[in-house]
């Protein structure tokens, strides 16, 4: 008798087989609001029963069309970072190591330096598209360096100057909207319209997907700690996606769902299907 | 002394002088995800105290200029599809039978089935305009033909091709997609642009127009058991369901809201306002 | 790379090595009032991970005092409980043939018929212990015989006279306490005291305990669609529990957590605790 | 065809042949904390169709043994107390002169003043028995003298000393204690132990009984807005209530549940359990 | 050792320093369907630690850039609106009196009539630019002049023809909209978009600007008691403040919010937005 | 223009005048489940005006007959618990340097063991009586030392053998049993019952009072993340306390309430009530 193992739905592939693997890295010690994120890839798993594996947008259907591993849950050691970073950045290598893509379901936003710690020990060119409501560039936040309101700024440590495009920005303090227009990064306030643009410059290299969902505007998404009004909506990130996928991505990850405050399951069955859309982009056709 | 009974507001006509008849299908046996849609007539009804009889889009009021007799719940058998589907059928035409106009509020959608019975058997040529975000068009769901997930299948069933026009389809799997696509029916993925021209096209057949409330988006209406993003907003429902209805319309219904999703009420009063405008486009000024 | 698989907490032995077998029965398309104990068995695998694997009750731990395979989920085909009814019982034959105990999660509480049936098969000298609010003692309801309210009655059509012991019975209607009267069944209202006495006569019988949950007090266990005032305390039936599974027990189900009625999630945690006490009960010390 | 009136469960008597009239006065305008108990009587009628109308502690059944029609709610005018309060005095004086008893469900328990006064009237040595976590005898409340915070204070205005008894006291400002210690009603602090000798006392004079559900302990009734730890149980109040009811009672009410703050609806389905317990005492076999 | 005191984020500038003050009008007594408004000055308090000081639409930041105290809520009398409405006036005329703006957080609309009589005794042309969904131009509700249904129209009674501006408006009975159809105010039905027009027109007179949140789509803002569908958006609101607020504004209010119906929290995070943005935008600069 | 404080209730002393100072340790980083005890301060401050100053059990008054300070919260850094920890034992020292009785209230129990190494830096001969119920044992958590489920441990690595007392212990691991078995501390597992004579041995010694209100029962308290079944009552805590509280008590905490998983309001009110009870019990009568 075999297990009825619940991963998320198509992606049951072996690992042998695939050439994604998703995980989830559930943990959000930093969240200086309301905590939670760390429910959002079990909930996700579960809810992700409640759409389709086929999408009418790109013809395709994850158990036909790709090939998903899912990897299930880190176990991490709440109130201990560092900790947690260690253990996402070696279980990203691993993936890496072994040719497969990976895609990290967060979590709280710091999660994502994590994985690029590891990617970018394998690309050195490596750049970052980042959609997000949030600018994450602070310095520190009450004295924390390992904060998800640093993670963009700390990622930038890794990568430096010209290497960060980040979209649909709409809140941040003074310092950090002053930091960006000093060119460390590129920002596109409140919304995705130059993102063609990007991409277009962006052909060759190595690019890093980082997608924190509070990005979408709070009527779409309103399951997250901090809504932040006047978003995006599904059809524009969707698109956006479709754009920023077409590169060389080399990983990727959506970060910020927080289940309990989703009361409907909407925000849920929304990543869910947004989920299915970048499988699909990635990795559609046996890519 | 008499009873204060509450029926959907403005509708409290008696049945000999009304020429419109509404009733509530409590019935979602079937459900694949989450149920709760028996309790949307109840719900409905309760809620529409919260908005007024009056419309400002059409300068009608439900109380002066229709005729509406509200008929209550049916009291149907949970866990046996075929008879809740025998007793609407037999309700319906009792309906048709006094020459009203039947508007039954579901409830899951497989409950259209029912109707659709009753009103195929007298109108001959009878037509289907049909919102909503799922196909419906499986030939059984884990072996259930009398599912929710099969509704239009089996109304085709009893139609044939080229009756059936659908609008907002965003989901289902590859092979509803593919069986639409056969001509079997008329299709219009993730919009509702197409209704204008087909609307046209049916001026004189007799219609019956089904709407799962989840064609709209979920940000509008997350009251709903399996919600989809990327859908249409409540204003282009209501201007589509104005054209629809001033088709040669005979009967319809309105379903899949789900009361316990609904946290803030705000699907549960977008329905009843929806409802509220559909029953003056049926029935206003004594039409 | 093993998928990391979520079981029960501490159920993880793999089949081979096991003697006991958990698995949910996910299905309520006959409940007639508030629906969602489908749900109850994956929120049950979740939330178990907020209680340890050891009790200080029974100072014995699933992980290495009991041998228990988490068979996961059956799917079940929503609205046709024949069909249903049929997958549970061949499934739970199948363990019994393999000289393993099933512990099936409920569900509402018709899913007993099928365990029951699969175990009467095999012993025919079966009795029953079953705790719950309601009698469940209806011949039909609303015409249909296979509905939740009913299962008990189903059962003594199965088991005959003097084979059923209910205890905590405080609802139902008048014919089903008149038809108990008559002395088809044995039944304790209001509580649970006579159970010793009972327990004493069937020393030698083969037994199957069902646990409808809302034989507890809803101030403990107000997760359940049909909450009755007036239920005994998790003490009462943990020490009840545990002098009934110290008979000849050989399967045993547990129902009727509702979890989206279970805010704090205060109810699905004493589930989860009590299933780990009734779990070391039967397996305790690798008996 | 006839309206399907939802009454509450088993009241479906016609107004000349019943002897008992239940009635909803759906206001809170002067609650101080949590409002919304103006949707009490509503959600009672919904959520009664969760219970049986059979009673096994009573062997009575609402149906066959009881004569109750159900008047519906007041539309009582939200911000003017003195209004709402005048409407219910007249609708219960019709019921008085009818010769039939009044059963009202609050809303606020200022409402029980409205009762009182159209009772006292007819009643000239009318007592009040009270069950209730709060004193409620503040000569106002933030200069406020139609407050539910004040109204055994005005009701003791109309009867005077010796002839309020109050039980289950655990909340007040230390003057309403130190009034009520002054002689002017009788208080049993924090349970109803003294209430079969209170009874007693009481064999003749005709009662009013008020139920404030907040004198339950906040496990079993989290329903309400003011909750206070350490009240009674179910049980308890049920017991007491057969104990009250069975002296000279003419008129009773049930207040202060907020369906809202019922999560689960076990609050609710306990206030329907009480409330059919209370009417089968009062009418029981048509007495 | 000094207090903590939590005021809405930066604004904790000394009464004497500043030049705006905001204050909570915490009163919902005559809201006619779900209560609740009167707990949205706190909680807008408290979540606006949720958004930051700086506006990236502005280039603003309240710590910096205004001088806004925080003067706490009012304790109002529920049950007595003509009392809670003469504490605020007085309120109200302290703050004008001391040459400060005073922004009122609602509460239910009724209490703007407060506010509109302090400011309209000291500017003898005082007009009102008013967004909202509902047109609350009744006389009276239920008999009751003093309604959240009928503040518009107290307002008119106040400041005579030609000087009420109302936006967004898509709800009311057919005699409110006639009545502005004679002429007694401008209504814009549905949207803002004459906003521009009326605001150049309005270039001198001193204006009294009123936000009831729910002319928001409810997918925006879905904490409100009475959600209409087809709103605007948080962007054109937004915007359309930022015309008004340009205007000779001596006052303003922002009411409606009912945080028990914002499960997400993202209706208080937007209106403390919202609220950022409009005291940006009257004090920017130490204007 | 003074500014309208929100304290908590009663507690409006200035700092000079209080013997007793109330502070909020908003954090939960460590958390192994469902976070959210950051708001538990916040929240009771905000629900404490749904009680009375008055208690009844005592007739003592929080106005009248205590002098507390109530100091806000802490801003401390989520995601590094040894710099909140800091922060916490230097705000402690303050109020001990001053002569004050501290009374924190959590947030996670780990914030305890801030508390109590500023507390034993000045009191050699330090004694815990800690109610909870988890025996917070570990030596360590998923390789964190700093960790709610190890606080104990901790405190007894600065406190010692034979001074630590535990109540109502029903959870943790075999190791954490056997661990107190060794005689490290001493554990009443389930209930209260020894707590009297354990206070006559403590006659003399300083002690600090730890309550974790997971003690409580889930049906009094489901308000909090890891509720486990079968805890003690209200009445029961509100005595155990009054017996530890009538010691050498030097100072107490209260923790692990989280607000957002208490609905309907009740739990954080429990929690007010018995602070409020708490502070008169050490504070009554100006002690």
């Known amino acids: 008798m075999d297990r009825n193992v619940h991963t998320f739905i198509g992606c049951d592939k072996e690992y042998s087989e695939s050439n994604i693997v998703i995980f989830g890295a559930p943990f ?4 200086s609001y309301r905590p939670g994120t760390r429910f959002a890839s079990a909930a996700m798993r579960s809810e992700s029963f409640g759409i389709e594996t086929y999408s009418p947008y790109l013809d395709l259907d994850l158990v036909s069309d790709a090939r998903v591993f899912d990897g299930g849950d880190l176990e991490l050691p709440f109130g201990s970072p560092e900790a947690a970073l260690g253990m996402i950045q070696d279980f990203t290598e691993e993936i890496l190591a072994d040719g497969k893509f990976p895609v990290m ?16 020990a394998r690309y050195s060119n490596l750049h970052i598209i980042h959609f997000d409501a949030h600018a994450d560039l602070r310095d520190d936040y009450l004295g924390v360096k390992l904060s998800h309101a640093c993670v963009i700024r700390r990622c930038h440590e890794i990568l430096g100057d010209d290497r960060i495009f980040q979209f649909g920005i709409r809140s941040g303090d003074r310092s950090e909207f002053a930091w960006a227009d000093e060119g460390h990064v590129t920002m596109r306030k409140f919304d995705l319209r130059t993102l063609p643009e990007v991409a277009e410059k962006l052909a060759d290299p190595p690019i890093y997907v980082t997608v924190d969902l509070d990005v979408l505007d709070p009527s779409q998404f309103p399951g997250t700690g901090t809504p932040e009004a006047g978003g995006v909506t599904f059809t524009e990130l969707r698109e956006a996606l479709k754009i920023a996928l077409g590169r060389n991505v080399v990983a990727m990850d959506m970060n910020e769902l927080s289940p309990a405050l989703d009361h409907s399951g ?3 069955a929304l ?17």
């Open 105 to 120: 379901i967060g979590g709280e936003h710091l999660m994502t330096l994590a994985a690029v710690r590891a990617v970018a």
């Open 271 to 287: 990543a869910c299907k947004l989920m299915r859309e970048a499988l699909l982009m990635i990795g559609g056709k046996y890519k």
């Open 28 to 31: 959000d010690s930093t969240t």
């Open 266 to 268: 909407a925000s849920t």
